[in-house]
């Protein structure tokens, strides 16, 4: 309730207060003039401005994420208020809610309310651990995406766009070392090879210490290492002509979600016998996008394959077992995955500049998965299979309904057919067999309405229809009972604003949000037994949200954000993993409030030694995150936390080097918390301050 948040407002606003009051205290005397620099999106398939669009979008470009040293999408994602995030820690295990709407706890490979595409090719927003190398932006879209984005994006999606080809040479290259191990190597180089050919391609290799250690030597218990590429190639004959071919590979190992019992000390420490637990994951991404512009229209197709594919093995401590299962030992589990996907997109869309937009597609997609465990101490194990096929047909169109007023209609049929195979053993022997198959059918879509107040000032309300599909969990230990777990749907309605001020020095966004869920997802787990069902419940959401930022001079640029969500569960269910869930209890993982305060300063400095016109460049991050419930059953609360990081720059003739410092209060964050029973609750704390530095050189 409100109520109970009073002093968390007070503190939070106090803050944001004496930042925009101190601030100018600190700018130059002579103000020159600054303009807004207007933000093109492409969410919607064309470059539009963000401005102008009839719902929600959150920005982060690519300079941000390199600067703020945001080096996954999940770190990027943190950052954004009505965003919340949960992980293991360990490879596809993310779980990303917007505006308090998603799974309550994750039943399948596919079970994500938010999708996320790169580059256009969709892929789960579980593989969020995925590195952001050479990013030109990420856009987080809010609200239900259903319209374009199609199945699983009932609370918004994150579209990611790289940076592409160029007939101009350019490029970078960086280094980054800090403590606990941190490194981070990466470098692009990009230009023309023909008149017609150019191509680009970015590496990275990038490791860290695990925040967990172990508590017979200390050390840590992982250590993270990744190592990804990209290579681009853009074939441009004509002006109105284009294809671009991407191939991508991301290999990740050393991470696994690691459990500890709480309180956890300092460090934290886990009771595993040495080398027993490790996680590999590998993901490979094969585009080609071809579109030609006729007279009044554009014609796209985008061909794509992504293969994602998880070995890890994960050990619960001793102090656990013992606690679980009266066994003075580790109880480790073993866990291969895999997740393929073919994707084929048509598309017709509108031109750059008309007045008129619009966008019409057909997409057809095929998704296969694979996920087999083992758990040692039982002697059982499972081999599960899935294969969903869809085709869908979607629309949207904006058009002017009178002077000021303009109209936006979008509308997606999806038609999907699953397919699920289950083989169960017990020390080895096969117990039985579990063969099922479903269809489903569906629409989604929104309406918007828009009013042009002024040329700065945009105002809207749009309704708006989401999808998550329902089916099998992946950790079933026996023959299913029971129906399939039933889709997830939400009925949504948002009004905003977003507007400019003072020639465009500060800009802003503003929007009221509802959310109602009928079936959301919840897994039934019994760690006594490892037996896992499907569950639904309904949910509903509501609050508000406020971004902006502020140019008071061309020295700093004052970026923030502030959300609060108000998230609750609507009815009961029985079984759940951790006790039966009551109605009116807390959608977990949701903050009730978030903030975010970046405050950037950069000055010339006179010319010295080798350096001409340098820099200094100064970047200020303070986020917030208000408590919140640690699982449907309300046993147990995950802390608030504020997180401050900094870093100093100097750059001139393309060099820049930095000093910086992550999590400067060192206040510990949860990754996320697990309740056993009174007195045994689990989790995994994000890394403690560290300091590092980083050399990098751009042309």
Same mark, same amino acid.
């Given at each position: 309730?409100?109520?109970?948040?009073?002093?968390?407002?007070?503190?939070?606003?106090?803050?944001?207060?004496?930042?925009?009051?101190?601030?100018?205290?600190?700018?130059?005397?002579?103000?020159?003039?600054?303009?807004?620099?207007?933000?093109?999106?492409?969410?919607?398939?064309?470059?539009?401005?963000?401005?102008?669009?009839?719902?929600?979008?959150?920005?982060? %470009?690519? $300079?941000?994420?390199?600067?703020?040293?945001?080096?996954?999408?999940?770190?990027?994602?943190?950052?954004?208020?009505?965003? %919340?995030?949960?992980?293991?820690?360990?490879?596809?295990?993310?779980?990303?809610?917007?505006?308090?709407?998603?799974?309550?706890?994750?039943?399948?490979?596919?079970?994500?309310?938010?999708?996320?595409?790169?580059?256009?090719?969709?892929?789960?927003?579980?593989?969020?651990? &995925?590195?952001?190398?050479?990013?030109?932006?990420?856009?987080?879209?809010?609200?239900?995406?259903?319209?374009?984005?199609?199945?699983?994006?009932?609370?918004?999606? #994150?579209?990611?766009?790289?940076?592409?080809?160029?007939?101009?040479?350019?490029?970078?290259?960086?280094?980054?070392?800090?403590?606990?191990?941190?490194?981070?190597?990466?470098?692009?180089?990009?230009?023309?090879?023909?008149? $017609?050919?150019?191509?680009?391609?970015?590496?990275?290799?990038?490791?860290?210490?695990?925040?967990?250690?172990?508590?017979?030597?200390?050390?840590?218990?992982?250590?993270?290492?990744?190592?990804?590429?990209?290579?681009?190639?853009?074939?441009?004959?004509?002006?109105?002509?284009?294809?671009?071919?991407?191939?991508?590979?991301?290999?990740?190992?050393?991470?696994?979600?690691?459990?500890?019992?709480?309180?956890?000390?300092?460090?934290?420490?886990?009771?595993?016998?040495?080398?027993?637990?490790?996680?590999?994951?590998?993901?490979?991404?094969?585009?080609?996008?071809?579109?030609?512009?006729? $007279?009044?229209?554009?014609?796209?197709?985008?061909?794509?394959? $992504?293969?994602?594919?998880?070995?890890?093995?994960?050990?619960?401590?001793?102090?656990?077992?013992?606690?679980?299962?009266?066994?003075?030992?580790?109880?480790?589990?073993?866990?291969?995955?895999?997740?393929?996907?073919?994707?084929? *997109?048509?598309?017709?869309?509108?031109?750059?500049?008309?007045?008129?937009?619009?966008?019409?597609?057909?997409?057809?997609?095929? #998704?296969?998965?694979?996920?087999?465990?083992?758990?040692?101490?039982?002697?059982?194990?499972?081999?599960?299979? !899935?294969?969903?096929?869809?085709?869908?047909?979607?629309?949207?169109?904006?058009?002017?309904?009178?002077?000021?007023?303009?109209?936006?209609?979008?509308?997606?049929?999806?038609?999907?057919?699953?397919?699920?195979?289950?083989?169960?053993?017990?020390?080895?022997?096969?117990?039985?067999?579990?063969?099922?198959?479903?269809?489903?059918?569906?629409?989604?879509?929104?309406?918007?309405?828009?009013?042009?107040?002024?040329? *700065?000032?945009?105002?809207?309300?749009?309704?708006?229809?989401?999808?998550?599909?329902?089916?099998?969990?992946?950790?079933?230990?026996?023959?299913?009972?029971?129906?399939?777990?039933?889709?997830?749907?939400?009925?949504?309605?948002?009004?905003?604003?977003?507007?400019?001020?003072?020639?465009?020095?500060?800009?802003?966004?503003?929007?009221? !949000?509802?959310?109602?869920?009928? *079936?959301?997802? &919840?897994?039934?787990?019994?760690?006594?037994?490892?037996?896992?069902?499907?569950?639904?419940?309904?949910?509903?959401?509501?609050?508000?949200?406020?971004?902006?930022?502020?140019?008071?001079?061309?020295?700093?640029?004052?970026?923030?954000?502030?959300?609060?969500?108000?998230?609750?569960?609507?009815?009961?269910? !029985?079984?759940?993993?951790?006790?039966?869930?009551?109605?009116?209890?807390?959608?977990?993982?949701?903050?009730?409030?978030?903030?975010?305060?970046?405050?950037?300063?950069?000055?010339?400095?006179?010319?010295?030694?080798?350096?001409?016109?340098?820099?200094?460049?100064?970047?200020?991050?303070?986020?917030?995150?208000?408590?919140?419930?640690?699982?449907?059953?309300?046993?147990?609360?995950?802390?608030?936390?504020?997180?401050?990081?900094?870093?100093?720059?100097?750059?001139?003739?393309?060099?820049?080097?930095?000093?910086?410092?992550?999590?400067?209060?060192?206040?510990?964050?949860?990754?996320?918390?697990?309740?056993?029973?009174?007195? &045994?609750?689990?989790?995994?704390?994000?890394?403690?301050?560290? &300091?590092?530095?980083?050399?990098?050189?751009?042309?």
């Amino acid at each position: 309730m409100f109520y109970r948040n009073t002093a968390t407002v007070r503190r939070v606003t106090a803050r944001v207060v004496l930042g925009l009051v101190l601030l100018p205290l600190y700018t130059a005397a002579e103000e020159k003039s600054v303009g807004y620099e207007e933000v093109v999106v492409t969410a919607r398939y064309l470059a539009e401005s963000a401005h102008e669009l009839p719902f929600s979008v959150s920005v982060l %470009d690519g $300079t941000i994420l390199d600067r703020a040293r945001l080096y996954s999408i999940e770190d990027a994602l943190r950052t954004s208020v009505g965003v %919340d995030v949960s992980s293991f820690g360990g490879f596809n295990d993310t779980n990303v809610r917007m505006r308090g709407v998603g799974s309550l706890f994750q039943i399948n490979g596919e079970d994500s309310s938010v999708v996320m595409n790169v580059d256009g090719v969709p892929l789960s927003a579980r593989s969020a651990t &995925l590195a952001t190398l050479d990013i030109e932006r990420v856009e987080i879209l809010k609200g239900p995406q259903g319209t374009l984005f199609g199945r699983n994006s009932e609370a918004g999606a #994150i579209n990611v766009t790289t940076r592409r080809p160029t007939q101009q040479t350019q490029g970078y290259v960086s280094a980054s070392a800090g403590e606990e191990g941190q490194y981070v190597i990466e470098g692009a180089v990009g230009g023309a090879l023909t008149d $017609t050919f150019s191509a680009r391609i970015a590496v990275r290799g990038a490791g860290a210490d695990s925040v967990v250690r172990s508590s017979q030597d200390n050390n840590p218990v992982l250590e993270a290492e990744d190592l990804g590429w990209r290579a681009s190639l853009l074939w441009q004959p004509k002006d109105k002509t284009s294809a671009l071919l991407v191939v991508e590979q991301q290999d990740q190992e050393g991470r696994n979600g690691l459990e500890v019992l709480q309180p956890w000390g300092d460090p934290p420490t886990q009771n595993v016998p040495q080398d027993l637990q490790f996680g590999e994951n590998d993901q490979a991404r094969y585009s080609l996008e071809i579109s030609h512009d006729l $007279t009044n229209f554009r014609f796209s197709s985008l061909t794509s394959k $992504t293969e994602n594919d998880t070995e890890a093995l994960g050990c619960q401590s001793a102090d656990i077992a013992i606690a679980l299962y009266g066994v003075a030992a580790s109880v480790c589990q073993q866990v291969e995955s895999a997740y393929d996907t073919l994707n084929q *997109d048509f598309r017709l869309t509108a031109l750059v500049g008309s007045d008129l937009f619009w966008v019409a597609g057909i997409n057809a997609s095929r #998704i296969e998965r694979k996920y087999n465990n083992a758990v040692a101490l039982f002697g059982n194990s499972a081999e599960r299979s !899935f294969e969903t096929r869809g085709v869908a047909v979607y629309g949207e169109v904006s058009f002017p309904l009178a002077q000021r007023w303009s109209l936006t209609a979008g509308a997606r049929f999806t038609d999907e057919e699953k397919e699920y195979d289950g083989f169960f053993f017990f020390t080895g022997m096969p117990t039985g067999e579990d063969h099922r198959d479903l269809s489903d059918d569906y629409w989604t879509g929104r309406l918007a309405l828009a009013y042009q107040v002024n040329e *700065d000032i945009n105002v809207y309300g749009v309704v708006a229809r989401g999808y998550k599909s329902g089916g099998y969990t992946d950790f079933t230990s026996q023959v299913a009972d029971g129906e399939p777990l039933e889709p997830a749907v939400v009925e949504s309605v948002e009004l905003g604003i977003k507007g400019a001020m003072s020639g465009g020095r500060f800009s802003y966004t503003g929007a009221l !949000f509802y959310n109602k869920v009928q *079936d959301d997802h &919840l897994l039934g787990f019994d760690p006594a037994t490892f037996a896992a069902q499907g569950l639904n419940t309904d949910t509903k959401s509501q609050g508000v949200e406020v971004e902006g930022s502020w140019l008071p001079n061309e020295y700093w640029t004052l970026s923030f954000g502030l959300g609060y969500t108000d998230a609750e569960i609507e009815s009961d269910v !029985f079984g759940a993993s951790g006790g039966d869930v009551q109605a009116g209890n807390s959608v977990p993982d949701v903050a009730p409030w978030n903030g975010l305060l970046r405050i950037n300063y950069v000055t010339p400095l006179p010319d010295f030694a080798w350096l001409s016109a340098p820099e200094l460049d100064l970047l200020i991050t303070y986020r917030y995150l208000d408590g919140r419930q640690g699982n449907p059953q309300n046993q147990f609360k995950l802390g608030a936390n504020e997180k401050l990081d900094a870093q100093i720059m100097l750059r001139g003739n393309g060099i820049e080097v930095s000093l910086w410092g992550d999590n400067l209060l060192d206040d510990r964050n949860d990754l996320y918390g697990y309740f056993y029973g009174p007195g &045994l609750v689990t989790g995994a704390p994000t890394r403690d301050r560290t &300091l590092g530095a980083t050399v990098s050189y751009r042309f």
